[in-house]
């Protein structure tokens, strides 16, 4: 854990952010600034700054970043309606905060 990343500090209960769902590996809330009715955020609870940081120890986090983001898709009614699944990566590629996590965006009508 990294003392001045916000998302290591959601991720382990230091603020009083909703966690929708948490596993061993993650946890699962709503973006604060929302880009559709349906804007989660996938966060693993080992900091890594982006996709480029990753190793192949790192392949079960991103597995089941992906798995749990299906789950919540069906939970929150966008699977069948469809719906986006983004990693922003460095500033370049719009990530503002570095420490990876998964955007799952939709509910579009
Ligand atoms: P990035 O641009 O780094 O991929 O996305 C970071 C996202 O995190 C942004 O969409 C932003 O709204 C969201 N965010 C930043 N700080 C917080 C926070 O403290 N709480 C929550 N729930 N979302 C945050
Ligand atoms: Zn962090």
Same mark, same amino acid.
């Given at each position: 854990?990294? !003392?001045?990343? +916000?998302?290591?500090?959601?991720?382990?209960?230091?603020? &009083?952010? #909703? $966690? %929708?769902? =948490?596993?061993?590996?993650?946890?699962?809330?709503?973006?604060?600034?929302?880009?559709?009715?349906?804007?989660?955020?996938?966060?693993? !609870?080992?900091? +890594?700054?982006?996709?480029?940081?990753?190793?192949?120890? &790192?392949? #079960? $986090? %991103?597995? =089941?970043?992906?798995?749990?983001?299906?789950?919540?898709?069906?939970?929150?009614?966008?699977?069948?309606?469809?719906?986006?699944?983004?990693?922003?990566?460095?500033?370049?590629?719009?990530?503002?905060?570095?420490?990876?996590?998964?955007? %799952?965006?939709?509910?579009?009508?």
């Amino acid at each position: 854990m990294e !003392k001045d990343c +916000i998302f290591c500090q959601i991720a382990h209960g230091r603020t &009083d952010t #909703e $966690i %929708l769902t =948490e596993t061993d590996t993650l946890v699962v809330f709503k973006d604060i600034n929302p880009h559709a009715p349906v804007h989660l955020l996938f966060v693993p !609870k080992k900091h +890594i700054r982006s996709i480029n940081d990753l190793t192949s120890a &790192d392949q #079960e $986090i %991103l597995s =089941e970043l992906i798995m749990v983001a299906r789950d919540m898709a069906k939970e929150h009614g966008v699977s069948k309606s469809g719906y986006k699944l983004l990693y922003n990566v460095e500033k370049g590629g719009g990530q503002l905060v570095f420490h990876l996590h998964l955007h %799952l965006i939709g509910g579009w009508h």
